[in-house]
């Protein structure tokens, strides 16, 4: 990321090269519209590009940087879209299929799941229904608590807490 905040833009193709199909299955997860998806994609991986400075590895993981970057820009996507819960009832819910042929990274991804289910297990119930509603299910907090039947700002406050739970879970400062 120095590298890139400095300008160098083959630094720069290898990160989108490593990282571009994980950030699109995201955000094609979250929005279900390929064509949306690939705006998303472009507008993440221009903001890491002006904004590589910004990164803090103190903080976490370029991978964890990024990830959040493309979870933010797809639900406020999936915000204004007017046409969101039509487009939900036209196409439905797709599984998103990693289509990789690194070994490595296949691992390396799998034992990061892992990890990420075994902190979530160690979450309150509310907590890790309401994470995994926002988080993994795209929805946003007014229909994750119109979901789980609760006020909106119980359904913020569950997505917090559970959040930095898991990030001191996981070890991520």
Sequence with gaps: MLQIAAGNEASF?????????????????????????EEVLQEVFVEAWQYATRFDPARGTVTTWLL????????????????????????????????????????ILHDESLR????????SEGQREAIELAYF????????????????GTAKTRIRDGMIRLRDLMGVA
């Design 116 to 123: 990420v289910a075994q902190a979530l297990q160690r979450l």
């Design 13 to 37: 193709e290898q990160l989108y090269d490593m990282l571009s199909a994980r950030v699109f299955g995201l955000v094609r997860r979250i929005l279900r519209d390929g064509a949306q998806s």
């Design 137 to 152: 299910g795209g929805y946003t907090h007014h229909e994750v608590a119109d979901r789980l039947k609760i006020p909106v």
């Design 68 to 107: 959040t970057l493309a979870h933010r820009r797809a639900v406020d996507r999936v915000r204004s879209s007017q046409s969101s819960r039509e487009r939900d009832l036209r196409v439905g819910i797709k599984d998103y299929q990693a289509s990789y042929d690194n070994v490595e990274e296949n691992a």
